[in-house]
């Protein structure tokens, strides 16, 4: 093979692989399904689409000098002559006005702006800038999905793009979730990779609590306020079930109370308040809190939810982790069978374990299918209320039997090795009504329905500041409506303790 061979041979190679890369992102993305009714669910937009491949790239062989050939002529609509397509870049770029999206100005020239699209993924967002090369687009998308959870965009936040002076690359590329959150690729000059940047600017946080008393029902009461987002109803409204039986014991005059906080930049409040609390009182139901628990610095904790002042978890629909313990040893997705050793789909998630580690049910269902084959071992497969089948392979043994109801976290069966495996693991997997594989490590699932040891004490700590902060809220609150004082300047709550 000559040298330019061999360096085309790499690059077509490269680009395969990357376009491979892509597009089975994409199909695992495209099997995102929000839980019903879960406040983080909502986040999780269904991509309908996928990206179009690309149709622009002319074929392999026309490398090899097949000119003559009619086939290999590329009809004039479907390759741009070099000359026309940088005429184009060019034009794109002095064109600043062109399709930007968003009503902020350009800081200088040859900025593009877009936004996340309803219900497309961040590919098809980038794909709809004018002049974006389906290469760069792909560039970009690997550089940050490892740095930030491209799973839970949001359509209309805003992500901007500089290209490069030949138009083909990108130079730079700032997505900013929010107005004070911004990550940022920049193209490194030595290396020619581009580097990923974070900026958090610092904000204020301030604290309201929305009130009210019932007149129907607590969400219509929570539906006629306009300081109260869908999000927060929905969010209050699944809390508040688990502890109180709005259909039986409801009355009017019942109250509720929400504790919010909002982040301040420059006087500027940013959308997305964080709700702490929410309590509803009546004469039936009684007092109910709410507490929001936040599991040390991770965010992404499966403990990190409401719970009662108890530690009792209050959501709804949360599947429950099928172990114990959480140790991944093969996620969701394209990989190298162990076994095979061939490319396949897993369509699960391996939790390790030794051989007899508890397995519990999901959710709530009846038992389908208790059998044994070659390939899955000894399995179980339970049947949901929401059409959802849950299935758990390779056990040692199982516990229950064809048509038995089952409890949430209930025992069914113990870890095992038994099936087409190179050791003792649960392969836990969640099909959909429809029949297809959803990635349960995208689900909502809590660890435990109740908080003990560490934790608790953590969570006891964190709402014992919840009730100073709902006290000292009141307080304000009140002081602004008796004197009428309007919104208050930046620093106004400066005097009070930080937030935990
Ligand atoms: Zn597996």
């Given at each position: 093979?000559?040298q330019?061979?061999?360096?085309?041979f790499?690059?077509?190679?490269?680009f395969?692989?990357?376009?491979?890369?892509f597009?089975?992102q994409?199909?695992?993305?495209?099997?995102?399904?929000?839980?019903?009714s879960?406040?983080?669910?909502?986040?999780?937009?269904p991509?309908?689409?996928?990206?179009?491949?690309p149709q622009?790239e002319?074929?392999i062989?026309?490398?090899s000098?097949?000119?003559?050939?009619?086939?290999?002529i590329p009809?004039?609509d479907?390759i741009?002559?070099?000359?026309e397509?940088?005429?184009?870049q060019?034009?794109?770029q002095?064109?600043e006005?062109?399709?930007?999206t968003s009503?902020e100005k350009?800081?200088?020239?040859?900025?593009?702006?877009?936004k996340?699209?309803p219900?497309?993924g961040?590919?098809?967002a980038?794909?709809?800038?004018p002049?974006?090369?389906?290469?760069?687009?792909?560039?970009?998308?690997?550089a940050i999905?490892f740095k930030?959870d491209?799973?839970?965009l949001?359509?209309?936040?805003?992500?901007?793009?500089r290209?490069?002076?030949?138009?083909?690359k990108i130079?730079?590329?700032?997505?900013s979730p929010?107005i004070?959150?911004?990550y940022?690729?920049?193209?490194?000059?030595k290396s020619g990779?581009?580097?990923f940047l974070?900026t958090?600017?610092?904000?204020?946080?301030?604290?309201?609590i929305?009130?009210?008393e019932i007149?129907t029902?607590?969400?219509q009461?929570?539906?006629?306020?306009?300081d109260v987002?869908?999000?927060?109803?929905a969010v209050?409204n699944?809390?508040?079930?688990?502890?109180?039986?709005?259909?039986?014991?409801?009355?009017?005059g019942?109250?509720y109370?929400?504790?919010l906080q909002d982040?301040y930049?420059?006087g500027k409040k940013?959308?997305g308040?964080?709700m702490l609390?929410?309590a509803y009182?009546?004469?039936?139901?009684g007092?109910?809190e709410?507490?929001?628990?936040i599991?040390g610095?991770d965010p992404?904790?499966?403990f990190?939810?409401f719970y009662t002042?108890d530690?009792k978890?209050?959501i709804?629909?949360?599947?429950r982790?099928?172990v114990d313990?959480?140790?991944?040893?093969s996620p969701?997705?394209?990989r190298?069978?162990?076994v095979?050793?061939?490319?396949?789909?897993?369509?699960?998630?391996?939790y390790?374990?030794?051989?007899?580690t508890?397995?519990y049910?999901?959710a709530?269902?009846?038992?389908i299918?208790?059998s044994q084959?070659?390939y899955?071992?000894k399995?179980?497969?339970l049947?949901?209320?929401?059409?959802?089948?849950?299935y758990?392979l390779h056990?040692?043994?199982?516990?229950v039997?064809v048509?038995?109801s089952?409890?949430?976290r209930?025992q069914i069966?113990?870890?095992?090795r038994?099936g087409?495996?190179t050791?003792?693991?649960?392969?836990?997997?969640?099909?959909?009504?429809?029949?297809?594989?959803?990635n349960p490590l995208k689900k909502?699932?809590?660890a435990?329905p109740?908080?003990?040891?560490?934790r608790m004490?953590?969570?006891s700590?964190?709402?014992?500041?919840?009730?100073?902060r709902l006290?000292?809220?009141?307080?304000?609150?009140?002081i602004?409506?008796?004197?009428?004082?309007g919104?208050q300047p930046?620093g106004?709550?400066?005097?009070l303790?930080?937030?935990?």
């Amino acid at each position: 093979m000559s040298q330019g061979k061999r360096v085309v041979f790499v690059f077509i190679a490269i680009f395969i692989g990357v376009v491979a890369l892509f597009i089975a992102q994409t199909l695992d993305d495209k099997t995102i399904t929000p839980l019903p009714s879960s406040p983080e669910g909502e986040k999780n937009l269904p991509l309908k689409k996928a990206v179009s491949p690309p149709q622009k790239e002319k074929p392999i062989e026309q490398a090899s000098g097949k000119e003559n050939e009619i086939e290999s002529i590329p009809a004039p609509d479907e390759i741009e002559q070099p000359q026309e397509k940088e005429k184009k870049q060019e034009k794109l770029q002095q064109k600043e006005s062109l399709p930007i999206t968003s009503k902020e100005k350009a800081p200088k020239d040859g900025w593009f702006y877009g936004k996340i699209l309803p219900h497309k993924g961040f590919g098809e967002a980038l794909m709809a800038i004018p002049g974006m090369q389906l290469l760069a687009a792909m560039e970009i998308t690997n550089a940050i999905r490892f740095k930030v959870d491209l799973r839970i965009l949001k359509a209309g936040e805003d992500f901007k793009i500089r290209f490069s002076k030949d138009g083909l690359k990108i130079d730079e590329f700032i997505y900013s979730p929010d107005i004070v959150t911004h990550y940022g690729l920049k193209r490194d000059k030595k290396s020619g990779k581009l580097l990923f940047l974070e900026t958090l600017l610092p904000t204020e946080k301030r604290y309201r609590i929305i009130k009210g008393e019932i007149t129907t029902s607590l969400n219509q009461a929570l539906i006629e306020r306009e300081d109260v987002t869908g999000t927060i109803r929905a969010v209050t409204n699944n809390v508040l079930e688990c502890v109180v039986n709005f259909r039986r014991n409801a009355r009017k005059g019942d109250t509720y109370q929400i504790l919010l906080q909002d982040r301040y930049y420059k006087g500027k409040k940013i959308p997305g308040a964080a709700m702490l609390y929410t309590a509803y009182e009546g004469r039936r139901t009684g007092l109910h809190e709410a507490f929001k628990y936040i599991d040390g610095d991770d965010p992404k904790s499966a403990f990190s939810a409401f719970y009662t002042l108890d530690g009792k978890a209050l959501i709804p629909n949360a599947l429950r982790l099928p172990v114990d313990r959480v140790h991944i040893t093969s996620p969701f997705g394209w990989r190298i069978h162990p076994v095979t050793g061939r490319k396949a789909f897993h369509a699960g998630v391996d939790y390790g374990g030794p051989t007899g580690t508890p397995i519990y049910a999901a959710a709530k269902g009846t038992v389908i299918d208790v059998s044994q084959d070659r390939y899955s071992g000894k399995k179980v497969i339970l049947s949901h209320a929401d059409r959802t089948k849950t299935y758990y392979l390779h056990l040692s043994r199982q516990l229950v039997k064809v048509g038995d109801s089952i409890k949430p976290r209930q025992q069914i069966a113990k870890m095992g090795r038994t099936g087409r495996v190179t050791g003792p693991h649960l392969h836990f997997g969640i099909k959909s009504g429809a029949g297809k594989w959803l990635n349960p490590l995208k689900k909502h699932m809590i660890a435990t329905p109740k908080l003990k040891g560490k934790r608790m004490k953590l969570f006891s700590k964190q709402a014992k500041h919840i009730r100073w902060r709902l006290k000292h809220t009141k307080e304000i609150q009140l002081i602004n409506n008796l004197f009428n004082e309007g919104p208050q300047p930046e620093g106004f709550y400066k005097n009070l303790p930080e937030d935990f």
